[in-house]
């Protein structure tokens, strides 16, 4: 008979009650390159989150659900080219200059700088706006254009215009 715990405990490693969490490298097996790829880019996607998840415990505003989700869309949708939105920015800089992005959305007159989490991770309004640009092209390169007919015009009188 098979011992199915064994395999489980040999190849992956357990997360709570999930006991296929993350694979484990398996040092007498080969893996090409692309393998180690995949598995590289898994694990700085899980390490983004768990800096996600630290810093909204250190920002000193809430942000709503919604907003989080969307800051984790774009952690998951960006990760393979996520050094792309600043160079010089750590992992922590540039989910800040995220969660600022989102806060900007309720306060348009929000200053980046004021905020003692900002001068912590070195976000600088430079950077902020820097990373605010990649964020709208690398969106606009990704998301599709969709067409909807708008529910405020009365279409009939538009058509006899000719517009």
Known sequence: MTDYNFLINKYYTSDGE???????KNK????NKEYDKKQKLEASRKHRH???????????????????????????????????????ASNETIILAFIMIQRKQANKRLNVEKFSISKKYKLTSAIFITIQNQLIFELMRTTPLTYTLSQRYNHEILEKKGY
């Open 28 to 31: 007498s097996e080969c893996y």
């Open 18 to 24: 999930n006991m296929t969490a993350t694979p484990k």
């Open 50 to 88: 768990l800096i996600f998840d630290n810093l909204l415990n250190e920002i000193p505003f809430h942000l709503h659900e919604g907003q989080t989700q969307q800051i984790r869309t774009w952690i998951n949708t960006f990760n393979p080219y996520f050094k792309d939105f600043h160079r010089q």
